[in-house]
């Protein structure tokens, strides 16, 4: 734990694939760039809360989860073409991250692995087939899906998301855009399943193309609209 505590000169640092990552092992440091090609990391939070983080590079199949978890500087992240899953939390609560840049290669991104940062877009390529969203983002408008999503979740609370593309999804699981109050229309065309309060709070949807068959719809699914 804590390896590299109080090296104040150390800003830049790579961990090689034969190293294995402890629990905050970068804690008290004042590492800003920092690259990462260990698989050898079996906890959560390696580099959690390392404030003086700016950028780092992935260079390793995963990113686990809570990995970089309140980063508050962090603003730039490089994946590699190694990187296959974005494990769930890694990059929560990275409040200056404004955009990120999801290459094609990777299959997975698990739930709340941008929450409450200030990215503005996310566009999901098309290598991905397992995606969970990322909540209380105020600042997201953008959210592109290719083809291969075909199940949404995970939204809630991101106010001036205006756009998502949802023309191939086949289910949208509870709250997934709870409180998305900027949203003024929605593609349902191909979904079949759509859980309660999915679009619950969305105060300004105005246009809805409805599903070509008939879905499962609850009761609450424009609650407060």
Request: glycine share 4%.
């Amino acid at each position: 734990d804590s390896a590299f505590n109080e090296c104040i000169k150390l800003t830049s640092l790579t961990i090689p694939s034969t190293a294995k990552m402890e629990w905050y092992c970068l804690s008290g440091s004042r590492i800003e760039d920092l690259t990462i090609r260990t698989t050898q990391i079996e906890i959560e939070y390696p580099i959690s809360g390392l404030d003086t983080l700016q950028k780092v590079t992935v260079d390793a199949p995963f990113v686990p989860r809570w990995a970089f978890h309140a980063c508050e500087n962090l603003t730039t992240i490089v994946f590699t073409d190694k990187v296959k899953t974005i494990e769930s939390a890694a990059f929560m609560d990275c409040v200056s991250l404004t955009e990120v840049t999801i290459p094609h290669g990777i299959e997975t991104i698990q739930g709340d692995a941008f929450s409450n940062t200030a990215i503005r877009e996310l566009i999901i390529p098309g290598s991905v087939t397992a995606f969970a969203g990322s909540k209380n983002c105020p600042n997201l408008e953008r959210v592109v899906l290719p083809e291969s999503v075909k199940e949404v979740s995970n939204f809630e609370n991101c106010p001036n998301l205006k756009y998502v593309d949802l023309e191939d999804v086949e289910t949208i699981n509870e709250h997934t855009f709870e409180n998305c109050t900027g949203l003024e229309s929605i593609d349902l065309s191909n979904v079949t399943y759509i859980d309660r309060g999915a679009f619950s709070g969305c105060s300004s949807l105005t246009d809805i193309i409805w599903p070509q068959q008939t879905a499962d719809i609850d009761s609450s699914l424009f609650e407060n609209c």
